[in-house]
């Protein structure tokens, strides 16, 4: 009797802890919203943004998907990934292409980047580090109000990228009894690829560190079909169309030449904010310059990509050294954001102090991850695959901002793992520091800064 009386008492603890636990999602889910509130501006129009939403208005107005830049109709395209203009097309059919169009397309991306950071305890017990963990980020996230790229992929691949992440955890660990979630991780990669390629690097570490825990034969007979045909088969209908257009293999997108060229050049300065203020982007980018548009019409846009390709490669080559310091100084940017080399400014970010809780939390990252090793070593090595493959190419191309924004929630996440600790919420299960790391670590932020700036003025 005693014993089902505990058993009871157990259930019910677990069922009101479930309850609470809900319940909090929700409030983080409506909080989010209200501190995200989208206002609603009858002037604005697609013609007001950048590439994906071009691209989305001609997918609305002649159902062909085409001309990324505003200067002309540059004809077929492959310069952006494929899934957002596919969903802003949709916004566009059901509420137009003017402002209350626009309005939908920024509320339906507030909505899911409150829905992620509802799931933040989701994704943050599932990757080990605890339900407390992701309400802290969470709730971190939201007083610091990160400006949100509406335009852009970067919030919904933000999305993916956790639910792939926690998939991926599990099934590593469901390795010796292979369960479902390898499907459900293989259709995700294919929908992230086209979302947002560079993602296509996190996973190639994923499956490497696969081959690597399974051996050979174990791999192939339980991760060739679900995790390698079956994202090729979901990018196939993609690259078969641009097969059928340009006749090349364009996997997803075609831009990198043309990037490469825009950021690596005898005026190009590391952030596209310093590039812009210098037209030295409107001297090279089809999207502000009509004789470049004109190129890219002449030309087509594979040809007119593999020109700048070239031309990028050559500078690249001719001018090692500044190719370097370009490089260097956009791996600072990229964790130690900064548009113009000073600190003080914003970077963008949409609040003065939002910079400052990017940088805690980068800071505190570091203690995180250390921590989250020593008990959970399966989890770091997802959570560090996220941070150390997706920038890759982004150090390479003017730095902007928005480029973080899919793993920052990886941060967010580790830098609330030592406040979790600290608060008695979380176990550490090590006996390492997590403030001397994460202060060591910000006092590196901190002097890497002050050369940046020293070095713009």
């Known amino acids: 009797m005693e014993r089902e009386s505990g058993v009871a008492m157990r259930l019910i603890k677990v069922t009101r802890h479930s309850r609470w636990h809900k ?4 409030l983080i889910f409506f909080a989010s919203l209200i501190r995200y509130h989208v206002r609603y501006d009858p002037a604005e129009s697609y013609s007001n943004y950048p590439e994906s ?10 159902d062909r998907f085409a001309s990324p830049f505003a200067a002309l109709d540059t ?17 566009m059919k059901a509420f137009g292409d003017k402002s209350t169009g626009m309005y939908a397309m920024k509320l339906l991306t507030v909505s899911v980047l409150s829905l992620q950071l509802a799931l933040f305890p989701v994704f943050s017990r599932e990757l080990g580090m605890g339900s407390a963990t992701g309400f802290i980020a969470a709730s971190m ?20 990228l956790a639910v792939a992440c926690c998939c991926y955890r599990r099934y590593i660990e469901a390795a010796a009894k292979p369960t479902g979630n390898q499907w459900l991780l293989g259709g995700l990669v294919g929908l992230l690829v086209l979302t947002s390629p560079p993602t296509a690097l996190i996973f190639i570490v994923w499956l490497a560190y696969d081959l690597y825990l399974s051996g050979a034969v174990t791999f192939l007979k339980k991760a060739l079909v679900p995790l390698v045909l079956l994202p090729l088969l979901i990018v196939a209908p993609w690259t078969i169309r641009n097969y059928l257009q340009f006749h090349r293999v364009i996997p997803v997108r075609d831009d990198l030449g043309l990037e490469l060229s825009v950021s690596n050049n005898d005026c190009a300065q590391f952030s596209i904010y310093k590039n ?9 980018h089809p999207n502000h310059n009509a004789s470049e548009a004109a190129k890219v019409r002449a030309m087509g846009e594979v040809n007119y990509d593999e020109l700048r390709l070239r031309e990028a490669e050559g500078w690249i080559g001719s001018h090692p050294e500044a190719f370097v310091s370009l490089s260097a100084r956009r791996f600072i940017a990229f964790w130690i954001p900064t548009q113009n080399g000073d600190v003080r400014e914003t970077s963008g970010w949409r609040l003065e102090r939002g910079i ?12 995180g991850l250390m921590t989250l090793y020593r008990r959970d070593k399966r989890s ?12 890759l190419i982004y150090y390479l191309v003017q730095f902007e901002d928005r480029y973080r924004y899919p793993i920052m929630w990886v941060t967010f996440l580790l830098g609330s793992r030592p406040i979790a600790i600290s608060l008695g919420l979380e176990s550490a299960n090590d006996p390492i520091r997590p403030y001397k790391v994460a202060a060591s670590g910000l006092t590196a932020i901190l002097s890497a800064s002050r050369r940046i700036s020293a070095e713009a003025k």
């Open 23 to 26: 319940a909090a999602c929700v």
């Open 53 to 62: 939403i071009q691209v989305a208005h001609h997918i609305f107005r002649e």
């Open 75 to 91: 004809g077929p395209s492959a310069h952006v990934a494929p899934v957002l203009p596919a969903i802003q097309a949709l916004l």
């Open 141 to 160: 996230w939201i007083v610091a109000k990160l400006t949100v790229p509406y335009q852009w992929e970067s919030v919904y691949a933000a999305l993916l």
């Open 276 to 284: 812009l203020i210098s037209g030295c982007f409107d001297k090279f």
């Open 356 to 367: 400052l809780y990017i940088y805690l939390m980068t800071a505190l990252s570091v203690a």
């Open 380 to 391: 770091s090595f997802i959570c560090l695959s996220c941070l150390a493959a997706f920038p």
